[in-house]
Nanobody
Framework: EVQLQAFGGGLVQPGGSLRLSCAAS????????IAWFRQAPGKGREGLSC????????YYADSVKGRFTISRANAKSTVYLQMNSLKPEDTAVYYC???????WGQGTLVTVSS
Protein backbone atom coordinates (compact mmCIF):
# COMPACT_ATOMS: atom_id res chain seq x y z
CA GLU A 1 0.00 0.00 0.00
CA VAL A 2 1.32 3.41 -1.01
CA GLN A 3 1.50 5.78 1.95
CA LEU A 4 2.79 9.33 2.37
CA GLN A 5 2.41 10.68 5.88
CA ALA A 6 3.32 14.19 6.94
CA PHE A 7 4.27 14.96 10.52
CA GLY A 8 6.14 17.51 12.60
CA GLY A 9 3.54 20.26 12.76
CA GLY A 10 2.73 22.28 15.83
CA LEU A 11 2.30 25.73 17.29
CA VAL A 12 5.01 28.27 16.53
CA GLN A 13 5.31 32.02 16.99
CA PRO A 14 5.53 34.38 14.03
CA GLY A 15 9.09 34.52 12.79
CA GLY A 16 9.80 31.04 14.09
CA SER A 17 10.85 27.86 12.33
CA LEU A 18 9.55 24.34 11.98
CA ARG A 19 10.67 21.28 10.03
CA LEU A 20 8.10 18.94 8.58
CA SER A 21 8.83 15.38 7.53
CA CYS A 22 7.09 13.18 4.99
CA ALA A 23 7.55 9.46 5.47
CA ALA A 24 6.85 7.34 2.40
CA SER A 25 6.31 3.63 2.00
CA UNK A 26 4.89 1.09 -0.41
CA UNK A 27 6.69 2.24 -3.55
CA UNK A 28 10.16 2.79 -4.96
CA UNK A 29 10.73 6.14 -3.32
CA UNK A 30 13.76 7.29 -5.29
CA UNK A 31 11.85 6.97 -8.59
CA UNK A 32 9.34 9.69 -7.74
CA UNK A 33 9.18 13.42 -7.23
CA ILE A 34 7.48 14.49 -4.02
CA ALA A 35 5.48 17.66 -3.42
CA TRP A 36 4.23 19.58 -0.41
CA PHE A 37 0.78 21.16 -0.30
CA ARG A 38 -1.20 22.99 2.32
CA GLN A 39 -4.81 23.84 2.99
CA ALA A 40 -5.66 26.81 5.17
CA PRO A 41 -9.04 27.01 6.95
CA GLY A 42 -11.76 27.85 4.46
CA LYS A 43 -9.40 27.80 1.47
CA GLY A 44 -8.45 25.42 -1.29
CA ARG A 45 -5.35 23.26 -1.37
CA GLU A 46 -2.20 25.14 -2.42
CA GLY A 47 0.92 23.63 -3.97
CA LEU A 48 4.05 24.85 -2.16
CA SER A 49 7.13 22.99 -3.25
CA CYS A 50 8.32 20.00 -5.20
CA UNK A 51 11.55 18.04 -5.37
CA UNK A 52 12.68 15.73 -8.15
CA UNK A 53 13.41 12.07 -7.58
CA UNK A 54 17.16 12.73 -7.43
CA UNK A 55 16.77 15.85 -5.31
CA UNK A 56 18.67 17.95 -7.81
CA UNK A 57 15.67 20.00 -8.96
CA UNK A 58 13.31 21.92 -6.71
CA TYR A 59 10.36 24.24 -7.18
CA TYR A 60 8.79 26.76 -4.81
CA ALA A 61 5.58 28.76 -4.96
CA ASP A 62 6.06 32.50 -4.68
CA SER A 63 4.30 32.49 -1.32
CA VAL A 64 7.10 30.44 0.30
CA LYS A 65 10.13 31.14 -1.88
CA GLY A 66 13.11 32.23 0.20
CA ARG A 67 11.52 31.01 3.44
CA PHE A 68 10.92 27.29 2.89
CA THR A 69 13.46 24.67 1.79
CA ILE A 70 12.61 21.21 0.51
CA SER A 71 15.05 18.31 0.70
CA ARG A 72 14.99 14.55 0.64
CA ALA A 73 16.84 11.58 2.06
CA ASN A 74 16.23 8.71 -0.33
CA ALA A 75 17.92 6.21 1.99
CA LYS A 76 15.26 7.04 4.58
CA SER A 77 12.34 7.40 2.12
CA THR A 78 11.74 10.81 3.66
CA VAL A 79 11.21 14.32 2.36
CA TYR A 80 11.62 17.37 4.56
CA LEU A 81 10.23 20.89 4.47
CA GLN A 82 12.23 23.39 6.49
CA MET A 83 10.03 26.39 7.19
CA ASN A 84 11.62 29.62 8.40
CA SER A 85 10.27 33.13 9.03
CA LEU A 86 6.81 31.72 9.54
CA LYS A 87 3.83 34.04 9.26
CA PRO A 88 0.27 33.71 10.59
CA GLU A 89 -0.88 33.17 7.01
CA ASP A 90 1.20 29.98 6.91
CA THR A 91 -1.30 28.42 9.30
CA ALA A 92 -2.70 25.36 7.52
CA VAL A 93 -2.74 21.60 7.33
CA TYR A 94 0.32 20.49 5.39
CA TYR A 95 0.36 17.41 3.17
CA CYS A 96 2.90 15.59 1.06
CA UNK A 97 1.98 13.85 -2.16
CA UNK A 98 3.34 12.05 -5.18
CA UNK A 99 1.90 11.05 -8.54
CA UNK A 100 1.95 7.39 -7.52
CA UNK A 101 -0.58 8.05 -4.77
CA UNK A 102 -4.31 8.41 -5.43
CA UNK A 103 -5.26 9.56 -1.94
CA TRP A 104 -4.22 12.17 0.59
CA GLY A 105 -2.71 11.34 3.94
CA GLN A 106 -3.97 12.92 7.14
CA GLY A 107 -1.62 15.89 6.97
CA THR A 108 -0.05 17.77 9.85
CA LEU A 109 -1.35 21.01 11.33
CA VAL A 110 0.91 24.05 11.52
CA THR A 111 -0.36 26.97 13.56
CA VAL A 112 1.54 30.25 13.53
CA SER A 113 0.33 32.48 16.32
CA SER A 114 1.59 34.55 19.20
Amino acid sequence: EVQLQAFGGGLVQPGGSLRLSCAASGFRFDDYAIAWFRQAPGKGREGLSCISSSGRTTYYADSVKGRFTISRANAKSTVYLQMNSLKPEDTAVYYCQSTISNSWGQGTLVTVSS
